[in-house]
């Protein structure tokens, strides 16, 4: 049983949330109000009327200084919130700005601080300089554009009461716990991001809607447009040529700066609900249309979004930093009422589950817990979805006449209320249905509509396993092929959905086109204007360890960086599963590229860069130095080669720790189109933790590189205690077609190290295959025998059955009345020790002195014998039998009185070995082997003996 405990902050549908985790509401649930708050939180709503925009923005600054400066004067820190990156610098500036204006600056300033200057010589050595120059008047800013290490130092000078105020976006509150006495959600500055060229065109042919540029502002503080008139066959001819919205011929049109409005002579700055409509449908920038800052677009939403004031408010007064704590919102007159109702009754929480349906589904499905519709709908209803669905309905797309339908009555135009689907089975069940069919359309698993049941497939797996999204998986089956070069791979990964956040910023073009330039060896396609191609350009630069100067773009490389492993990985095992040989060894090498951050075609000793300098390595990518070549140089010819005779020494070192492995086989055919292959494996360098760990895994890969197809992978783990050892034995079997190719070629390819692989040619042109029919004993239609054959009515009683099975039947001749040698070889089942029994009396009734060896490969089977024999042939017959294994041990006169011995082969080899002088040895008259088939393993030899 798994105890859930659940946390949180003040929740509206407390009792619903309570519901989804199984709580008890009169044992197990507590809610305490805002009441019961240890840090009492004083509210302030602000909303401004103003209508000038000029005029606004000034009046908002006003505000938003004069609620920090009364919080500084009071002896606390104040954080200021706004929504944007730039407008964290920004309104830093402006806060300084003013401070300067009214003379406040010593109300910011700390540098009485007795750590000051030490800490000053700290923040010096950021690359921020935005950080550094507000850092002497006591301002910080905090935002997820910044490189981890100054946001850490921010949050630590902060913490420290160095910094007095700090102006970060909504991210801090989300996920640092940084608190401050005062809070202020200030609006924004910025009223309007340009559209680009190419996006307003397309809202004009979509929409009908005119261009205008900005012509001046009027005295009611209106922004005046004037018309611009485009050529709408260039503007349709352009589209064509881009590829999508953000192509590369943006820059080419020359219009500039536009604004897409509404058609009117004198347009009011805020936009209209229609164009927040038009940017939903088609938009995939992040805009901000809202003349305040409490709101925002988000495309993963489809919408418009509002600022998390409670997580917000909730950086005011915490309990173990302050004794009050005071929130501020400021915001438009309009919004007050909603931020009203937000902070106070709230809002319930609805579920957002139906977004990742699909994955979720498919991974029940991988797992095995969830097998067909009935399960689905039953895993579903334990969901948070189910309970919020119910009570709902309509936030999730349940229409009313989906829950409610009329019943009419007898009278006429009266008619009742009548619950169609009160438990929403039938919504449940076409979520699950929907999502199924997505997923088999996807091959990620299969659905059969009929019966209801799902049947997990490969891809499916790979992608529950490496937390692949449906979408994702949906564009490598489109964009995914047998043969694809560098850039085409690079950008298949670039259109993965879990990189769908990434977009382009207007500033940071100039510093993507010098990266493209500079660190980027493949084709960029698309350019870094487009959001692929900028994209492409971050994993390349990853690759390449390049630096990244603008903070925004060290933000979304980090994002990248963090998932391009797992996606590289699923690629690569998606190519395996697939069987294509090129592509497989293709997607492995760019697993390894991304986890050691070097590209395939630089030089292989590049994986010891910590301990060969640049140098050495660059002049031997210079003078085409493969590792072949270096195995076979001595170490003053590599140092000649580099021009460094030190060098040639430490090369020749680090060589000797490069990971190599020896490759033989045997190959034994088992039929005409199933081969046994025994794979030895030698390892061929030095072992060292530093470099190889606990232990290294190779990939074992049986090709055919004429069909281009994988008929056998493995994944074998080299220890360092194996790669001192004895060489390993790998045994496994591999299809053969007709015609037969030529070869197969066995490949053992490094996990880890580039470079790191060796191969085995299986030659198949003096193999010696069976012939086409294997003649096996045709099983006769005979009459069963009966028991009463053996014409001995002691041996009769032994067996509980009137007749023997057809084999026994057909064999019993050669088995009871000759002493010829015998093989048999018959299914699990058929009665094999019944005929062993049967040539045992035949010797007990023609040569009674004589003994029998029964020899089986196991101790459980010896037992077992031995239980079962010592029930009928020892108390029946009167017979004397020992047992001889490594747990048992009989003295000589036990095996001298021995009718029957049953023993291990290792028993029997040490006891027969002399056999001339052990009288024991010389009365056996019948041997019976058991397993006889363990002849082709480990313990063959001694059988043979």
């Not at 994209?535 to 390049?546: F, H, T």
Request: charged content about 25%; glycine content about 6%; overall charge neutral.
């Amino acid at each position: 049983m798994i105890r859930i405990v659940g946390l949180s902050a003040t929740l509206p549908n407390y009792l619903e949330v309570a519901q989804f985790l199984r709580v008890n509401a009169e044992t197990g649930l507590f809610f305490f109000d805002s009441s019961y708050r240890p840090v009492p939180l004083a509210q302030q709503y602000i909303g401004i009327s103003e209508q000038n925009f000029v005029a606004r923005n000034e009046l908002l600054n006003e505000i938003c200084y004069k609620k920090v400066v009364d919080s500084l004067r009071q002896g606390h820190q104040a954080m200021v919130f706004v929504h944007s990156r730039k407008d964290t610098v920004k309104t830093a500036e402006k806060l300084v700005e003013l401070a300067r204006k009214y003379e406040g600056l010593e109300l910011f300033k700390n540098d009485a601080h007795p750590q000051f200057s030490l800490i000053k010589k700290e923040v010096v050595k950021s690359r921020n300089k935005d950080l550094v120059q507000l850092f002497d008047f006591g301002v910080g800013v905090h935002h997820a554009g910044m490189l981890r290490s100054d946001r850490g130092l921010t949050e630590k000078l902060f913490s420290d009461g160095i910094l007095r105020v700090l102006v970060c976006t909504a991210t801090l509150a989300w996920g640092v716990n940084l608190p401050a006495h005062t809070v202020v959600i200030k609006a924004d500055s910025e009223s309007v991001r340009s559209c680009p060229p190419i996006m307003a065109e397309l809202l004009a042919i979509k929409t009908g809607l005119r261009f205008f540029k900005e012509s001046g502002w009027s005295s009611r503080g209106r922004l005046i447009l004037e018309p611009i008139v485009l050529d709408k066959n260039v503007v349709v001819r352009h589209i064509q040529r881009c590829l999508n919205w953000e192509a590369d011929e943006l820059a080419k049109l020359g219009i500039g700066t536009l604004f897409l409005l509404p058609m009117s002579d004198e347009i009011p700055f805020s936009f209209s609900s229609v164009m927040k409509g038009v940017f939903n449908e088609i938009s995939p920038y992040n805009f901000f249309l809202d003349g305040l800052g409490t709101q925002l677009y988000d495309p993963k939403a489809g919408g418009w979004r509002d600022l998390g004031m409670l997580d917000i408010f909730g950086r005011a007064g915490r309990p173990q930093f302050d004794k009050s704590g005071e929130g501020i919102i400021i915001t438009s007159h309009d919004k007050l009422a909603y931020y009203l109702r937000l902070l106070t009754s709230q809002l319930p929480i609805e579920s957002q589950f139906i977004s990742s349906l699909k994955d979720n589904l498919n991974a029940e499905v991988a797992l095995g817990t969830v097998t067909n519709v009935k399960e689905a709908c039953a895993w579903l209803g334990y969901t948070y979805l189910f309970i919020r669905m119910r009570l709902n309905p309509l936030a999730y797309g349940i229409g009313w006449d989906e829950i409610v339908r009329l019943k009419m009555n007898d009278f006429p135009f009266r008619a009742n209320k009548v619950i169609a689907d009160p438990s929403l089975s039938l919504k449940q069940r076409s979520l699950i249905i929907d999502a199924a069919r997505s997923l088999d359309k996807a091959k990620m698993m299969r659905f059969d509509e009929k019966s209801g049941n799902f049947y997990c497939t490969e891809l499916g797996r790979i992608a529950s396993h490496f937390y692949i999204q449906y979408s994702s998986v949906e564009t490598y089956n489109e964009m995914l092929r047998r043969h694809m070069n560098d850039s085409e791979v690079i950008e298949m990964v670039a259109h993965s959905s879990e990189f769908e956040n990434i977009v382009v910023r207007e500033e940071e073009q100039n510093e993507l086109e010098m990266l493209a330039r500079t660190s980027c060896p493949l084709e960029v396609r698309g350019g870094p204007s487009n959001k692929y191609g900028k994209i492409s350009i971050l994993i390349q630069l990853y690759i390449s360890r390049g630096s990244i100067d603008s903070f925004s773009l060290v933000s979304d490389a980090a994002y990248i960086s963090a998932s391009l492993a797992r996606i590289m990985r699923a690629l690569f095992e998606i190519c395996l599963r697939k069987g294509w040989c090129e592509m497989t060894l293709f997607m492995l090498e760019y697993c390894k590229a991304v986890d050691r951050q070097i590209w395939p075609h630089q030089h292989p000793l590049r994986q010891f860069d910590k301990d060969l300098s640049l140098e050495i390595l660059r002049k031997l990518e210079e003078r085409g130095a493969d590792l072949d070549r270096l195995h076979e140089m001595e170490e003053k010819d590599i140092g000649a080669l580099i021009r460094y005779a030190p060098g040639g020494r430490l090369v020749k070192q680090y060589l000797g720790y490069f990971p190599w492995i020896q490759l033989s086989a045997t190959v034994s055919p088992i039929t005409r189109t199933v081969l046994k292959v025994d794979l030895l494996i030698s390892s061929d360098f030095i072992w060292k933790d530093r470099f190889h760990g606990a232990a290294q895994r190779w990939w074992i890969l049986v090709e055919d590189t004429e069909n281009d197809h994988i008929y056998h992978s493995e994944l074998f783990t080299l220890t360092k205690k194996m790669a001192r050892a004895e060489p390993q034995k790998l045994s496994f079997t591999i299809p053969i077609f007709e015609p037969h190719p030529p070869q197969y070629y066995i490949r053992a390819v490094s996990d880890s190290w580039l470079y790191a692989e060796a191969f085995y040619t299986i030659s198949f042109q003096k193999l010696k295959l069976p012939e086409d029919r294997t003649t096996h004993t045709e099983l006769l239609d005979l009459k069963p025998l009966p028991v009463t054959s053996l014409g001995n009515s002691t041996y009769e009683s032994l067996y509980s059955f009137s007749h023997f099975n057809p084999i026994q039947t057909q064999i019993f001749h050669v088995l009871y009345h000759t002493d010829n040698n015998v093989l048999l070889g018959a299914p699990t089942g058929s009665g094999k020790t019944i005929s062993a029994e049967l040539a045992m009396l035949h010797l007990f009734n023609t040569q009674p002195d004589m003994k029998v060896i029964y020899i089986a490969p196991l101790k459980a089977i010896v037992r077992e014998r031995m239980h079962d024999w010592r029930k009928r042939l020892v108390s029946q017959l009167g017979k004397e039998m020992v047992e001889m294994t490594g747990d048992y041990t009989p003295d000589l006169m036990s095996l001298l009185s021995a009718d029957i011995i049953i023993s291990t082969p290792e028993k029997w080899d040490g006891i027969s070995r002399n056999w001339h002088s052990r009288s024991y040895v010389t009365k056996v008259g019948l041997i019976i082997l058991d397993e006889i088939h363990l002849l082709g393993a480990d313990r063959g030899p001694i059988l043979e003996l």
